[in-house]
């Protein structure tokens, strides 16, 4: 009999389904200092995680050849990514084997790994990182938490279950938390920025 690993402690979940329509192209595989922006959004994760789960949909193909490198990054797919981004988080929290979780959109792919550590300081169920008092990306969950999201139905979000849940914030001194890729002028000023820290 096969004896199944031991739960990890800490998981990233990366989610990168959508179909970037406001983008007008695909954002996982958008060049940011020289790397795919999917390379990017696992960067600062990898310092602090175990493991690491990227959800697809959109182009799931090419998204899982950009992922090839990176063996220790497991990619999967979801199939009704359609129907929401809240399909893409039950997708990926169903794989989750650790005691906690960090949820993190692709398109939010500057996110320091000192983000990660402050989150999994905090002993709360849910941890929601802010900056000036906004609140980023990602958000950290206990696994505890998981069936109840799974039970929840594709209509609803993670947004509403965390306002009916509770959260506790932790306030970061990254700005990064915030820098979303919603459309073109987002990614030519986070080349921008990337250009002038370089």
């Known amino acids: 009999m096969i004896t ?3 739960p990890t402690h800490l998981e990233g979940v990366v989610l990168a389904a959508g179909s970037s329509l406001r983008a007008g192209t695909f954002k996982p595989g958008l060049m940011l200092g020289g790397r795919p922006m999917i390379e990017r ?3 600062g994760m990898r310092e602090v995680c175990d493991r690491i789960i990227v959800v697809g949909g959109f182009a799931f193909g090419q998204l899982r050849g950009l992922l090839q490198p990176m063996p220790d990054v497991e990619c999967v797919e979801n199939p009704v990514y359609r129907l929401g981004m809240f399909t893409s988080v ?5 794989c989750v084997r650790g005691e906690r979780c960090f949820l993190l ?3 939010t792919p500057l996110v320091p790994a000192r983000v990660y550590r402050a989150l999994a300081a905090s002993d709360a ?15 950290c969950l206990m696994a505890s938490l998981i069936p109840a999201i799974l039970r929840e139905p594709d209509t ?25 890729i919603d459309t073109s002028e987002d990614y ?9 820290k370089a």
Do not use: C, N, W, Y
Request: aromatic share 4%.
């Open 4 to 6: 199944p690993p031991p």
């Open 41 to 43: 959004s696992i960067e």
């Open 90 to 94: 039950k997708a990926g929290l169903s």
């Open 105 to 107: 959109p692709a398109d």
């Open 125 to 139: 169920l849910i941890s929601v990182p802010t900056f000036r008092g906004s609140r980023g990306h990602p958000v």
């Open 156 to 180: 609803s979000s993670l947004r509403e279950f965390i306002h009916r849940t509770g959260s506790a914030t932790v306030e970061v001194d990254a700005e990064e938390i915030l820098l979303v």
């Open 188 to 196: 030519e000023r986070m080349v921008q920025q990337l250009s002038g």
